[in-house]
C-alpha cells in the first residue's frame, strides 16, 4: 500500500502535484534575487541547486545560503540537490565528495529534504538514506537520462531500486526523442504508483514532454518541477501558469 510523505505540513502522494520551484544561482546575490520572485509563486517546495552554487564546497558559505532561503520562506520545505554533470548538473564530483557533501548536509539539518542520484551506487545511497532518516530528514532517490528515454521494464527497475533501497520519494526525469516515449515515462509512473509504497516523481522533458508536467495527478507523479524566472531543466514552465492548469485539471 503506497505511503504518502508530510514535510512541514506539505503531503506528497495525495491531492494534486505539489509545485517544486529551484533555485539555481552562483553567488548570495543572485540567491536573493531569485527568492524574491519564487517567494510571489508561493511554491510548495524550493530546491537548492548546489551544483550551481560557486561555493558549495564552503560548508559555512553553503549554511549561509541555505539559511537565507528558508528565511525567506521558513514554512516551505527545502530540497538539496547537487545534480552531478552526468546526470545533466553543472559540475562533476567525486562520489567521495558526493558523500561527505550530503552528509554534512544532513548533519547540519540545512534542508527538510535531500536528493541522491540512484547511480552513485547501492552503498552510498543506503549511507545518504540511514543519515537523513536518523535526522529526521526525507530522502528523494533520483535518475535522469538528458539523453533518451530507456524502454519501460528499465524505469520501472530504477523505481524499484530505489524504492527498495528506502527513499522516500522515487523521482526519475528522461528526455523524449517521439511522442510514444512520453506515453513509456507515463505508463511506467501510473504502473509504479499503483503497486509500489512510495509517492513517485515524474517528468518527460523538454518541450516534447511538457504535458507530463502537467497530468501528475492523472497518471501518478506528486511533484512537478516549474520555473520563476531561471529555469533548472528543460520544459519547466512558468509556475503561476502551472498552478493554473494543475488547479484547472484537478477541479
Excluded at 48 to 53: I, K, N, Q
Excluded at 62 to 90: N, S
Aim: proline fraction near 4%; glycine fraction near 8%.
Amino acid at each position: 500500500m503506497k505511503q504518502t510523505v508530510t514535510v512541514k505540513n506539505v503531503e506528497f502522494g495525495a491531492g494534486q502535484p505539489k509545485i517544486c520551484l529551484p533555485v539555481v544561482a552562483r553567488d548570495d546575490g543572485e540567491i536573493s534575487r531569485q527568492m524574491a520572485a519564487i517567494a510571489c509563486c508561493q511554491p510548495d517546495l524550493v530546491e537548492f541547486r548546489a551544483d550551481w552554487y560557486a561555493a558549495t564546497g564552503d560548508r559555512s558559505a553553503r549554511r549561509f545560503a541555505l539559511d537565507g532561503i528558508r528565511t525567506v520562506l521558513p514554512q516551505t520545505p527545502l530540497l538539496f540537490t547537487f545534480r552531478t554533470a552526468r546526470e545533466g548538473g553543472e559540475r562533476e564530483i567525486s562520489e567521495a565528495d558526493y558523500l561527505r557533501l550530503c552528509l554534512e548536509v544532513i548533519e547540519d539539518s540545512a534542508a527538510d529534504l535531500i536528493d541522491v542520484e540512484l547511480f552513485m551506487g547501492d552503498e552510498i545511497v543506503r549511507q545518504i538514506v540511514e543519515a537523513a532518516h536518523a535526522q529526521g530528514m526525507a530522502v528523494i532517490a533520483s535518475s535522469h537520462d538528458f539523453a533518451k528515454t530507456p524502454a519501460r521494464d528499465e524505469l520501472l527497475r530504477r523505481f524499484r531500486a530505489m524504492e527498495a533501497l528506502g527513499a522516500d520519494l522515487l523521482k526519475i526525469a528522461v528526455m523524449p526523442q517521439c511522442p510514444e516515449d512520453v506515453l513509456t515515462l507515463l505508463s511506467a509512473t501510473a504502473e509504479m504508483d499503483a503497486a509500489g509504497t512510495r509517492p513517485v516523481i515524474s517528468m518527460s522533458m523538454g518541450p516534447l514532454g511538457a504535458i507530463s508536467r502537467l497530468c501528475g495527478e492523472q497518471f501518478g507523479s506528486c511533484v512537478t518541477f516549474g520555473a520563476a524566472g531561471k529555469a533548472s531543466a528543460p520544459g519547466q514552465i512558468e509556475a503561476r501558469a502551472l498552478r493554473t492548469i494543475l488547479e484547472t485539471l484537478h477541479n
